[in-house]
């Protein structure tokens, strides 16, 4: 996700908004129940006045820049008042907010004045939740909770990204835990679910039709162009043919199945159907008949990469998985998945290939498989499946990171960045300042940055990162244009200001450079700068790789990015009515630093690309061809 400036963390109220509207644990009215008759509810028993006032004061902001109809009153006032008519937000620690304090006991989960608990305890006074629940005494109308224990992290909680589930809990802006609630069908009371309980149920077809138009209409909605890329009477004709082939009950595989392809066509990687998540954890990690090898795919083609059993079948092309031919089911699998170019539908396809084979073939007991080896005849091997933990471990081994960015010194003048993710930014600077003391105190000349595992995330964390390794003024985006809806309400003061009330306009927020903030900073680095890029590499790390490639920060070595340069971005996540499976759609369109769109990703100074030799070699070719750079530009210099 990409993120312009702090005002976009509100947005994250709004999705948890939209959870409230349609994931329920009663009967809750639609989210355009939020356009009014909103409460917003302050504490006033923190444990100082001054934390009082803080409280307050954040409220009022919340008022200002979202919810400006809204009446904004203390707990106290609002115990005494009638608030039935109301949808509720209520602001404050267990015990400082007395709303709270009065109705907590009526809530799926426990917040005492020293723990959180859901489906696990959680201590700390860092600790906080996010809850939608009914308003308590109308459970027609909505209540929204911010707690943490401790007062002073109240704020924390809009920093917290979670996607329409009912509750998150978190910790100095880390998610500790998020779900759903349900109500046990003996006890009749309700529990907490890391996953809606839907796995099992079939779905009418007029079911199966209303979710397939609220998708669409949001789809519509929401993003800036939506059919940008494709034909929209086709698209159209498309999803009617989906819903007139429908006369049975259906399940969210089924629908996952059916909806995919027309999600794919869009062309948007951040527009997409997500996978139906318990069902996928259920199969995975329950049924516990894993397919013994990871593959990699290259020029249209299926390899063998890392496997347990193979031995010398490491390597070669796979021609057909259990009589299925390879070449018809990677054609199913990219069709199945969202995103601009092939490159990148690959590698997402070979990072999920266990969740696509299964939810398209179902459970083997063992895998038949032919390959081409290297003699050229074709030939036939039986593999038996494997346990979860013996997948995760040949998983991880070959393509997982523990950490979202480590740092090591690869030798006397060359340091190397792992940037995996754009996630955690407080922890990002800590990384950045011990990392930037270590290569000055190290004399470090030349820093590799490797972002070719990083899917993105906000964006933020790169101008964190540029401001160590560049002095100039510099933009992320030339441009950003954004779709208001009635679902996005995050620039409503903006949109307010320059155009009226209008939805469907669209805000053009042209990006001046600027110089980074870094004038007190004695760690910059002032050496030779090499970034890594991969297919992989996409939405803020593509952003990322443009900013370095457009202002010739430093050079990029590897593959084309698998995301586009100027790109549609930032998701809205929702949730379809009936079967509760989630989408996300982009209601932004970012166009690159240099201020063009070539249709392409960024294009690396020096292409270095993989090919099936490379597999069983199991080097790092991409980090070896740097070093070599670097290696023949030192002795240039000598």
Known sequence: MKHLSIIVCFGVLLVLFEAAAQTPPASINSVSQFKDNILLIYSTHEKTKELNKTVHSFCKKIQKHIFKESKLISDDKALAMDVSDYNLIVYGTPNGNSFINKYKSVLPVTIDSNQISAIKTYEGENTGIVLAWNNPVNSSRNMLIYSSLTAENIHQMNYVYHGPTQYVISSEYKELESGYFWTDTITKKWKCSKLPLLMDSLFTPEQIAEDIDYMINTMESVHPNLYDYVDQTNFKSSKDSIISSINTPITRIDLFLKTSPLISSLKDGHTRIYFPSEECTYYLEEEQNFIPFLIKIINDKIYMDTCIQCGSVQGNEITSIN???????????????????????????????????????????????????????????????????????????????????????????????????????????????????????????????????????????????????????????????????????????????????????????????????????????????????????????????????????????????GGLATCYGDILSFVMPNTKLMFGVSFKHFTRPGDFDDGKGVIPDHIVNFNSKDISKNNDKVLNFTLDLINHSQNNSL
Request: glycine letters at 6%; one cysteine or more; proline letters at 2%.
């Open 323 to 561: 009589g299925v031919d390879c070449s018809q089911m990677l054609q199913d699998f990219r069709n199945m998945t969202s995103g601009e170019k092939t490159s990148f539908k690959d590698r997402l396809i070979e990072n999920n290939f266990q969740k696509y084979y299964r939810l398209l073939n179902g459970p083997y007991d063992s895998f038949e498989i032919e390959y081409y080896p290297k003699d050229g005849k074709t030939r036939t091997s039986i593999l038996k499946t494997i346990r979860y933990d013996e997948y995760k471990k040949m998983r991880n081994a070959r393509n997982h990171f523990e950490q979202y960015y480590t740092y090591k010194k690869l030798n006397q003048h060359t340091g190397l960045i792992e940037f995996n993710s754009f996630q955690n930014a407080e922890e990002f600077k800590t990384f950045l300042k011990e990392t930037f003391t270590k290569i000055k105190t190290d004399s470090i000349q030349n820093l590799i940055i490797d972002i070719r595992k990083n899917g993105g995330g906000n964006s933020y964390l790169g101008d964190l990162l540029i401001s160590y390794i560049w002095t100039k003024p510099y933009r992320m985006f030339a441009k950003v244009d954004i779709k208001q809806s009635e679902h996005n309400q995050s620039y409503r003061s903006i949109k307010e200001r320059i155009f009226g009330n209008n939805n469907d306009s669209i805000i053009t927020i042209n990006v001046d450079p600027h110089k980074p903030n870094n004038k007190k900073n004695d760690l910059i680095f002032h050496g030779n700068v090499y970034v890594l890029t991969s297919e992989y590499t996409f939405s803020s790390a593509t952003d990322f790789a443009a900013a370095i490639k457009d202002y010739k920060m430093g050079e990029i070595i590897g593959s084309e990015t």
